[in-house]
């Protein structure tokens, strides 16, 4: 069920780069379809009642196994926040010198390439 | 086999060296650039024939990160360091008139190589994801390297719609994790092999496959590329048309498709129809364009699809066709872009109908444009012509003879959009003919010269060479596409 929840957040945050025109509003949106994609690969590890992913003395690797949480997915999320951090920089970086050259946001005005 | 790890690690490791030493020595980002990238293309020369796994860190498969050196691999090296030797041998001249910063071009350039080294070697599907992201986002911040409004705002195109296809193929490999508990793509392609396609299978495939068909720009997603790649620097577009497409699109495609997920006719005939979509309506776009680089864009398109119907034929023949023309294609359409970026550098405009006549005054631009043009539109002794022969034969041959007479329509259509370029640029002039223009300019310098020189022969030459040799030059490489799935299991984790 709660993954049908982070479709539709992955969904708002498609509609929000697709239908918006401000171009602060499409780095939200890719922000947020980052985010969905991250709560994924975190619920995918996700289990209650979970242990540490940490083999301590006097534990059976059978009640470890049962137990422990998955801890790839915890290091797959956090690479992924680190290069959704450089792209996000990266972005803002850009609008910042298009608001320069433009002296606007707004996607509609900004089109000197066509054709 | 420890040499494989240097085609990721040399690139990277310069080019956080580079920002590092060049503030003192101001000569450094030129020599250190062109040998590091030289260093890279006589490394995958070297290493053909010498094919096996590098375990990183020494753990097996499926456990630790594996580095798959076979055949398709050498191939796509070959390409990809061949082509960035050749641009950063044009850039050195190129960058001191036109930029100011090289040390940063060089560090992102840098950046990109090695990104695109590590896509191509790796056998993890998150470590996939990491190299594509390295090397596409220096590519992003490469294509706005110029910072001038129109720059920016091909860039902020590029960086959306390249971000979304991003997390296509990380929600993609999310989903596959949480079936298989693997991340390995030898050992997804067991279990899939085993378990066969139910639903979250098909559904992760499709996201892989809208990722990759975006980053290699066939046609329902191609809205980026005709802005990005005019606006890079010219080696940089170069680049972006010869290698990133393919090495970040085309061998993504070609890796799940044909090694992890399995091919079968459904896949292929939508490639088929994808690969005639982008060929036809690609090369009707370019022959309307006026802008030079614009134009070139619109072929990449094109080319683009003539690699996808190759793949999508699926018979040795028609991937034999795909990946030989996607070699020539690299040379070819750098060659045009490094000829468009010679005439901005000593016109100082990219407008067709202002040159004119430029043969008189740029001898050596105007005969590798030619040579080029030819190579594009597949005049007979030049290696266009081979790999589109061969395509138009594995589609008579695989019984799809429509597929054979778009092919051949496109082909005539390139024809005449470059036609319309030699007319303009090299030998008449239009009617807005601009005299200033044509008396100021002058041919460009030698290393320019030289870098599109080894172009034109690579041009001539190349494809005589590779269709003589096809027994031992290409066969392998097929061999490792066309035998599917299990060999690549049983490479890499063993039988």
Not at chain 1, 57 to 83: C, H, W, Y
Request: aromatic share 12%; proline share 4%.
């Amino acid at each position: 069920m709660i993954y049908y929840l982070v479709f539709i957040v992955f969904l708002i945050g498609l509609y929000g780069v697709c239908c918006k025109k401000n171009i602060i509003k499409i780095i939200l949106g890719l922000s947020i379809m980052e985010y969905a994609v991250n709560l994924f690969l975190i619920l995918l590890g996700y289990r209650k009642n979970g242990i540490p992913p940490i083999l301590e003395k006097g534990m059976s690797v059978n009640e470890f196994a049962q137990r422990a949480v998955d801890p790839l997915p915890q290091a797959l999320v956090l690479t992924s926040i680190v290069i959704g951090l450089g792209t996000l920089a990266l972005m803002v970086a850009i609008a910042i010198r298009i608001y320069q050259r433009y002296g606007t946001f707004d996607i509609t005005e900004i089109k000197k390439l066509k054709g | 086999m420890s040499t494989v790890i240097l085609f990721v690690a040399l690139p990277i490791g310069m080019a956080f060296l580079i920002p590092m030493v060049s503030r003192k020595l101001k000569w450094f980002p030129d020599v250190s650039g062109n040998i590091t990238t030289f260093i890279l293309l006589l490394l995958s020369l070297k290493m053909i024939g010498n094919y096996g796994n590098y375990y990183v860190g020494g753990w097996k498969p499926p456990y630790g990160i594996v580095l798959v050196f076979d055949e398709l691999a050498c191939f796509f090296l070959i390409v990809v360091n061949l082509i960035a030797f050749i641009s950063t041998l044009y850039a050195i001249e190129y960058l001191e008139k036109l930029f100011t910063s090289k040390l940063r071009y060089y560090s992102l350039f840098l950046l990109m190589v090695g990104g695109m080294n590590g896509i191509i070697l790796t056998g993890d599907f998150f470590n996939l994801f990491v190299f594509l992201e390295i090397s596409v986002i220096a590519a992003y911040a490469l294509v706005g390297f110029g910072c001038q409004s129109r720059e920016l705002e091909a860039a902020f195109k590029y960086l959306v719609i390249g971000t979304v296809s991003s997390l296509f193929i990380l929600f993609g490999i999310g989903l596959l994790y949480g079936k298989f508990g693997t991340l390995n793509m030898a050992d997804i392609a067991r279990f899939i092999n085993k378990t066969g396609f139910d639903e979250a299978v098909k559904f992760a495939f499709v996201l892989l496959l809208v990722g990759f068909l975006i980053k290699s720009a066939a046609i329902p997603f191609h809205s980026w590329l005709p802005d990005a790649h005019p606006s890079a620097p010219t080696p940089m577009s170069a680049m972006l048309s010869g290698v990133v497409v393919k090495a970040c699109g085309i061998y993504g495609l070609i890796r799940i498709t044909y090694n992890i997920f399995g091919f079968n006719e459904f896949i292929g005939n939508l490639f088929i129809f994808i690969g005639i979509l982008s060929m036809m309506i690609g090369v009707l776009l370019a022959v309307t364009q006026w802008d030079y680089k614009r134009l070139l864009a619109y072929h990449t398109i094109s080319q683009v699809g003539y690699i996808i119907i190759g793949i999508g034929i699926g018979t040795p023949l028609g991937i034999l066709g795909g990946l030989f023309h996607l070699l020539n294609h690299s040379v070819f359409k750098s060659l045009l872009f490094l000829t468009s970026g010679s005439i901005e550098y000593s016109t100082g405009t990219r407008d067709l109908q202002k040159m004119g006549n430029l043969v008189k005054k740029m001898p050596v631009t105007s005969f590798a444009s030619l040579v080029g043009a030819l190579s594009i539109s597949g005049i007979p002794p030049f290696n266009g012509f081979w790999s589109k022969l061969i395509i138009i034969l594995a589609a008579i041959k695989a019984g799809k003879p429509a597929v054979a007479l778009w092919a051949v329509i496109g082909s005539i259509l390139t024809l005449a959009s470059f036609s319309k370029v030699q007319k303009y640029a090299f030998f008449g002039k239009g009617e807005k003919f601009d005299e200033e223009i044509y008396n100021k300019c002058k041919e460009v310098p030698h290393l320019m010269k030289m870098s599109m020189v080894i172009l034109s022969i690579l041009c001539i030459f190349g494809g005589l060479v590779v269709i003589n040799g096809t027994e031992c030059i290409l066969k392998p490489v097929i061999k490792v596409v066309s035998d599917g799935v299990l060999p690549y299991i049983n490479k890499i984790l063993g039988s």
